[in-house]
């Protein structure tokens, strides 16, 4: 079942769906950030933060996935360029990430 976004994030690349059983519902969440670190690139962070908060605030599983290209980020440490706008999230939804591979 698809998931409505609140006006203020349609111009946002995200989707989500409710996956509904009869003994587990879940949460699956599609994001894509085009690259960029300029202040809009920043603002448009800070809406997928907060769009992205609002999507978790659930009482089932969620799983996110996606491309935030946050290039230059150490992912070991959680550090790099953007930390101020990714790492506040991370913290504060307790993700654990899951990195298949890493462009160079």
């Known amino acids: ?11 946002l690349e995200i989707i989500a769906v409710d996956l509904i059983g ?24 800070l809406d997928l933060l907060s769009c992205l908060r609002s999507l ?3 009482n089932y599983p969620v799983v996110i996935a996606g491309d935030t290209n ?3 980020i150490d992912w070991d440490s ?16 307790f993700i654990y990430l899951f990195i298949f ?3 160079f």
């Not at 079942?1 to 111009?11: C, E, I, T």
């Not at 950030?33 to 809009?40: H, T, V």
């Not at 953007?82 to 991370?90: A, G, L, T, V």
């Open 1 to 11: 079942m698809p998931v409505l976004l609140a006006s203020k994030f349609h111009h």
């Open 22 to 45: 009869t003994d587990v519902n879940v949460r699956i969440i599609v994001v894509y950030r085009p690259p960029g670190s300029d202040l809009a690139a920043q603002s448009a962070m």
């Open 56 to 58: 978790t605030d659930i």
């Open 70 to 72: 946050l290039p230059n």
């Open 78 to 93: 959680i550090s790099g360029p953007n930390e101020k706008i990714y790492e506040p999230f991370i913290e504060f939804f």
């Open 101 to 103: 591979f890493k462009f």
